[in-house]
């Protein structure tokens, strides 16, 4: 099973910029689904982007546009980059594994792997 320690995250104004990543261990890394769900305060965690190895992607419509998930194998590694952040983003954000694709139904208690969250906080 791979262990994920997720880096990135802070706070920015409304419109700017972010990326998160994560550093998976293990040497089946590619094997998995790789994700980024977020949890904001009193609301459930959500699936925000899903990739394949083979480049199968899946984003939350609120993100569709803006934000951009991205994987290298070499580096078992994963990354969000969040453009257009709007206070509405503000979230834990996590970083998550799974061994199979779900696709928009992906969700929290489907996850195999988390990572520690990172908040992100996007001011106004």
């Known amino acids: 099973q791979v262990q994920l320690v997720k880096s990135g995250g802070g706070l920015v104004q409304a419109g700017g910029s972010l990326r998160l990543s994560c550093v998976a261990s293990g040497r089946t890394f590619s094997s998995y689904i790789m994700g980024w769900f977020r949890q904001a305060p009193g609301k459930q965690r959500e699936l925000v982007a899903a990739i394949t190895s083979g480049g199968m992607l899946n984003y939350v419509d609120s993100v569709k546009g803006r934000f951009t998930i991205s994987r290298d194998n070499a580096k078992n590694s994963v990354y969000l980059q969040m453009n257009s952040l709007e206070p509405e983003d503000t979230s834990v954000y996590y970083c998550?594994?799974?061994?199979?694709?779900?696709?928009?139904?992906?969700?929290?208690?489907?996850?195999?792997?988390w990572g520690q969250g990172t908040l992100v906080t996007v001011s106004s």
């Open positions: 998550a594994a799974a061994r199979y694709w779900y696709g928009s139904t992906w969700s929290a208690n489907l996850v195999d792997a």
